[in-house]
């Protein structure tokens, strides 16, 4: 598959997408993330990621250019060889714990159903606070954040 095919026949998601974009030279300023151009948000977000670099391995190492065009990256970036490694880990222990869920469906036990813990959701949570604050956002609260506006900012026009 090429790049140019991966955008219409591959695995897309916001955060791939992101990467995409920047690789093949469509964003190339520097810039906030909106809802067109984000990080990914949980392994499987992330999936979609490590997947695109699998299909283009010599864009490994251009990462730090989604970076320098989208600060909000910066941690995920420096993080990318632990969270990839993380992520091989994850789709085993996925699988493991669909082979549990479907024995519990099968066989009906008296116990409680089985959960799924990843590592990887946890770590990538604990990149989220420090990529919202590059990203240009202020936390209210845990899990409430804004984007200052130009009077908080001391911009006049």
């Not at 030279?25 to 999936?47: A, F, K, L, R």
């Not at 085993?92 to 990843?118: A, C, G, I, Q, W």
């Amino acid at each position: 598959m090429k790049p140019e095919q991966w955008i219409i026949e591959g695995e897309v998601g916001t955060s791939s997408r992101t990467i995409w974009a920047v690789m093949m030279g469509i964003v190339t300023e520097p810039q906030q993330c909106d809802w067109n151009y984000d990080t990914p948000s949980d392994p499987d977000d992330m999936s979609r990621c490590v997947k695109l670099i699998i299909l283009f391995p010599e864009w490994r190492p251009r990462l730090n250019e989604v970076a320098q065009i989208f600060p909000k990256w910066t941690p995920y970036i420096r993080e990318w060889n632990k969270l990839e490694k993380m992520y091989f880990q994850w789709v085993v222990n996925l699988d493991e714990y669909h082979n549990k869920l479907h024995e519990y469906f099968v066989n009906k036990p008296h116990t409680k159903r089985p959960r799924f813990h990843s590592e990887m959701y946890d770590i990538m949570q604990t990149l989220y606070k420090e990529a919202m604050i590059l990203d240009g956002w202020i936390e209210d609260s845990p899990s409430a954040w804004h984007r200052p506006n130009e009077s908080e900012i001391g911009v006049t026009k």
